[in-house]
């Protein structure tokens, strides 16, 4: 069972283009969640979605970003018209389930560098 | 708001010296808490939890127990080896809203030598 797969791992934009990166969450798993870490600190939540729902975007900046999670296919967080201050580790995470005490699976994350 | 403490690094050990890693909380209600684990270039992996006061997490040697009076959960380890440098991050399960996300610490990077 592959765990949560994020691609790619690493992406270089130059500002003002789009950064587009994935998240394709663990078998089974129907909810998925995107954090940021910037440089030395700790991982922020972002965006909380489910299939074809977005439950919580509190965490996502309120310009130039958003989130989907399809039917078919992979999660999607898209940047657009990137910063420097948008380069950081974005990690997805999946769980099974919206329990309590349900496990949480984190991707490798991609690692946005913008030029 | 909730919000996770942990002590800043980086913490430096001689191989099988003896670690604490300090992780206080503020919370609401009672807030399920986690260590993960970030080795060099990948992502988080979640070491150990803890459900509710007064239990203790457990893996590969690290324990963390769920102390509600002094609202910590400190991850400590007897004897470090090399490998287990990586950062470390405490969070706890944020029980507002309807969304079960994580707040998380800073980090804390452990360097063990040889």
């Known amino acids: 069972n592959a765990g949560v797969m994020q691609n790619p791992r690493h992406l270089v934009r130059r500002r003002g283009q789009e950064a587009r990166l994935r998240c394709s969450p663990m078998?089974?798993?129907?909810?998925v969640y995107w954090y940021r870490q910037l440089p030395e600190e700790g991982l922020k939540f972002m965006v909380y979605?489910?299939?074809?729902?977005?439950?919580?975007e509190s965490g996502m900046p309120k310009e130039r970003f958003s989130a989907e999670f399809p039917k078919e296919g992979p999660s999607i967080l898209r940047i657009q018209q990137v910063v420097r201050g948008d380069s950081a580790a974005y990690f997805c995470?999946?769980?099974?389930?919206?329990?309590?005490?349900?496990?949480?699976?984190f991707g490798q994350g991609t690692r946005l560098t913008v030029v | 708001g909730n919000s996770v403490t942990q002590m800043e690094g980086p913490v430096t050990l001689s191989e099988e010296a003896f670690l604490t890693i300090n992780c206080t909380y503020t919370?609401?209600?009672?807030?399920?808490l986690f260590w993960y684990v970030q080795y060099p270039g990948e992502g988080l992996q979640l070491l150990l939890k803890?459900?509710?006061?007064?239990d203790k997490g457990s893996n590969k040697g690290f324990e963390a127990t769920y102390r509600k009076e002094t609202t910590s959960f400190h991850l400590e380890k007897g004897s470090v080896q090399v490998s287990d440098s990586a950062v470390y991050f405490c969070?706890?399960?944020?029980?507002?809203?309807?969304?079960?996300?994580?707040?998380f610490g800073t980090g804390t990077l452990l360097a063990v030598q040889p």
């Open positions: 995470a999946s769980s099974e389930s919206r329990g309590l005490n349900t496990e949480a699976f």
């Open positions: 078998k089974g798993h129907s909810h």
């Open positions: 979605l489910q299939k074809e729902n977005i439950i919580d």
């Open positions: 919370a609401t209600g009672y807030p399920s």
């Open positions: 803890a459900t509710k006061a007064d």
């Open positions: 969070a706890l399960s944020d029980l507002s809203g309807a969304t079960n996300k994580l707040i």
